[in-house]
């Protein structure tokens, strides 16, 4: 069974730093992309960074870029999320995401659009919160 387990959520104050980790379990093979998700309560999901299959090409949301890095470990089957000059309104949980698939579907998937055709496989979710 394919699990995804996210760590690294804690309380930090703006200006901070935090490294999100998550490790994949119950799969032998690469997935088509990586990706981190987030969501503040009362507000919906929304895309934070993304990682193609190919390792390299790494994309973000306007609101992290130049303060978030997306990375992996191949070797430890984790996905990494580095967060600099953290904000209060980086608050939320956050969510590893991956598509997994044998047969992946058209469009490709990319882990940036979070549907069910873009990604398949869910961590369970890690907190952080930034005190101004």
């Known amino acids: 069974q394919v699990q995804l387990v996210e760590s690294g959520g804690a309380s930090v104050e703006a200006g901070g730093s935090l490294r999100l980790s998550c490790v994949g379990y119950?799969?032998?093979?690469?997935?088509?992309?990586w990706g981190w998700f987030r969501q503040a309560p009362g507000k919906e999901r929304e895309w934070v960074a993304a990682?193609?299959?190919?390792?390299?090409?790494?994309t973000y949301a306007d609101s992290v870029k130049g303060r978030f890095t997306i990375s992996r470990d191949y070797r430890a089957d984790t996905l990494y999320l580095q967060m600099n000059s953290l904000k209060p309104e980086d608050t939320a949980t956050y969510y590893c995401?991956?598509?997994?698939?044998?047969?992946?579907?058209?469009?490709?998937?990319?882990?940036?659009?979070?549907?069910?055709?873009?990604?398949?496989?869910w961590g369970q979710g890690t907190q952080v919160t930034v005190s101004s």
């Open positions: 119950g799969y032998n093979y690469s997935p088509q992309c």
């Open positions: 995401a991956i598509h997994l698939s044998l047969s992946p579907p058209l469009p490709a998937p990319t882990c940036t659009r979070g549907t069910r055709n873009d990604v398949n496989y």
């Open positions: 990682l193609a299959a190919n390792g390299v090409t790494k």
